[in-house]
């Protein structure tokens, strides 16, 4: 190892002092084999790489190893990974004076050019604001006046960055590998020219996929809904979405930094594809991770082969919003277990669509563990079905379950919503009744080993309106109309082999709230994390009731952003920022849902959404 790598061991000897008591210190110390490090003299852009939760969790997404590899790979700069310490170390660490530190460096991140955090989740908001001032940082980005730290975010909650625009100099909105790189270089030319902050945003709002809250003037109409939104200082009037034309020669790492404690997802994972067909009308990475584009087969079983070899992982998963709809995925699957049987790696395929389950996909599955399978028929009748466009049937379902069943499995999860748009108490009988069947099923199977008893497990979430879907017009239900449809299901199901398990409701309006939310939504952000929340998304952080105080000091109303229903004229807080998908498509998809018509999925058919409009129709053409 080059004697010129950095560390910093004033740091190091300060940490040393106390993170032997300090529950699982291996989250805090860096130093893991695929870890980068680098001269710190032959910097030019030093990039802070925040997952606002724990380092269990960061390390497993993707994203995150995506774009820390991507960045790593140009010599001069230097991307390294930050994550939020749990109370114990934050508390340490406040007493010791000691700031929010990156992993590799072990340097305080408020010396880096950028501060950028991966919005995976609505409530990891007030998370953020910790990080940023643990880090000795303003949070009110009107109150960071240098060139540096710029702060920035991406990933899906962007797409409505509003109530978090009070807090970041900058969005990337869509796909980020070309974005990154192409404001560190930004950065790098203005930090020769010692350029202004002004500056750099003015240049960094004229790269495709970049919205600067600061350029862009909201006013506001006497019944709260948004009047206008003015870009100004060149910005465009509607920022649109990156998108990696050629995905399947995307960069894709060939190596993860491998941890040194447990994490969610300890594995090696492969990204499949991009977007998907299918066009549930609930969903909202079907919508905005829009084009659907494949890799090719062999980039694929060779990217699977260089990351177990260089990780040593012994189980890879195939990672997509639908792996499934592959369109050679037996094909895909064959040259896969080919190397993974013979080198005793497991393959998991965690995106499986019950419509696209067969004999032969099953056989292909090397899950040695058999812990149990999940599908996600998401309501509890055809008509609701039809509806939120799931395009799935009964005998779908039926189908594969009895394949689990017959291939050794007895424990299966199913997925459920409650409170969808025009939901009936019969609609949620059928949850029962479709949990009932599978049990049926078990039974049904002659070739069942004697003594073993079937499970399932019902999982209920509360339908969530979210933007870019057409659904994001809709009202979500109430907290007394979501317990009483709760209570009919509970008081309807009577088998003890089926386990029904339930949201919390008010996790869900907050969840509401925060993704239809608009600028002033960033008051009771703040004032939530000024009282003490933070880490929300874990039972035993999350406080509704600081929160519920919070929106009602700022004179704000949840009902408003999350139970009522918006007209289709009505201006969103999102509205300047252009997802692909036209609003048109969007409208009609809604009408389509109240007349309870499906639409055909991408491969099928076109829908017109608005993508081949905005980028060309070369990419939706090759779905086919």
Not at 246 to 254: G, L, N, Q, T
Not at 313 to 340: H, P, R
Not at 568 to 591: A, C, T
Request: proline share 5%; with cysteine; charged share 30%.
């Amino acid at each position: 190892m080059s004697e010129n790598l950095y560390k910093n061991t004033e740091m190091m000897n300060r940490l040393d002092e106390f993170l032997p008591d300090i529950q699982k210190p291996a989250r805090y110390i860096g130093g893991e084999p695929g870890s980068v490090i680098k001269d710190k003299s032959a910097v030019d852009v030093r990039f802070a790489f925040c997952f606002p939760d724990t380092y269990e969790i960061g390390m497993s997404h993707l994203g995150m190893k995506i774009l820390y590899g991507l960045k790593n790979r140009v010599p001069n700069y230097w991307c390294e990974r930050v994550f939020m310490p749990l109370p114990d170390m934050e508390e340490e660490m406040r007493k010791r004076g000691i700031p929010l530190y990156a992993l590799e460096s072990l340097d305080p991140i408020k010396e880096f050019d950028f501060i950028g955090f991966t919005i995976q989740y609505e409530l990891c908001y007030t998370t953020i604001l910790e990080m940023l001032d643990l880090a000795g940082l303003p949070v009110l980005a009107k109150d960071r006046e240098a060139l540096t730290p710029i702060v920035m975010g991406g990933g899906p909650c962007v797409c409505n960055a509003e109530p978090l625009c009070d807090f970041f100099d900058l969005f990337v909105i869509g796909e980020g590998e070309e974005v990154n790189l192409e404001l560190m270089r930004l950065m790098e030319q203005c930090k020769k020219d010692n350029s202004p902050r002004s500056e750099f945003l003015r240049k960094a709002s004229q790269i495709e996929g970049v919205y600067v809250p600061s350029l862009y003037d909201v006013e506001y109409n006497a019944d709260g809904t948004v009047k206008s939104i003015t870009a100004k200082d060149g910005a465009p009037e509607s920022v649109k979405k990156r998108v990696i034309r050629d995905f399947d020669k995307v960069y894709a790492p060939e190596n993860f930094v491998v941890p040194f404690c447990d994490i969610v997802h300890n594995r090696a994972v492969v990204e499949v594809l991009r977007g998907c067909i299918r066009g549930c009308r609930f969903c909202q990475a079907g919508f905005i991770y829009r084009p659907f584009r494949e890799k090719k087969k062999e980039t694929v079983i060779a990217q699977t082969k260089a990351l177990c070899e260089n990780t040593g992982y012994d189980e890879v998963s195939l990672s997509s919003l639908s792996t499934s709809d592959f369109k050679d995925i037996e094909g895909l699957l064959s040259g896969l277990t080919e190397y993974t049987t013979e080198n005793g790696i497991n393959l998991s395929l965690p995106s499986l669509r019950v419509d696209r389950f067969s004999d032969e996909m099953f056989q292909k599955i090397t899950d040695v563990r058999k812990s149990g399978l999940t599908f996600a028929p998401e309501a509890g009748s055809q008509r609701l079905r039809d509806v939120i466009n799931k395009n799935i049937t009964e005998n779908d379902v039926m189908q594969s379950v009895k394949i689990a069943f017959e291939g050794g499995y007895t424990a299966v999860k199913l997925y459920f919503m409650m409170g969808l748009p025009t939901e009936t108490d019969r609609d949620i009988e059928g949850i029962y009744d479709l949990a009932k069947s599978v049990i049926e099923q078990f039974y049904a199977n002659p070739d069942r080993k004697k003594g073993k008893a079937p499970s399932v497990s019902v999982s209920l979430s509360t339908f969530i309106p979210k933007p870019f879907t057409p659904f994001e017009f809709e009202p979500q239900a109430g907290e007394e109309e979501i317990r009483a449809k709760q209570k009919h299901l509970m008081e309807y199901a009577a088998d003890r082999k089926i386990t029904i398990s339930r949201s919390k409701y008010d996790v869900s309006l907050l969840e509401a709230v925060l993704a239809r939310g608009d600028r002033r939504v960033g008051q009771a952000v703040y004032l939530a994390w000024k009282k003490g929340c933070k880490l929300d998304g874990w039972d035993e952080y999350f406080d509704f009731g600081k929160w519920r105080e919070a929106f009602s000091e700022c004179g704000l109303e949840m009902s408003f952003y999350a139970n009522r229903r918006r007209e289709y004229d009505e201006l969103p807080p999102w509205g300047h920022i252009n997802m692909l998908v036209s609003r048109e498509f969007l409208i009609n998809e809604n009408k389509k849902a109240h007349e309870g018509i499906p639409t055909k999925n991408c491969r099928e058919q076109c829908s017109n959404c608005g993508v081949s409009q905005n980028i060309g129709g070369e990419i939706c053409r090759a779905i086919g």
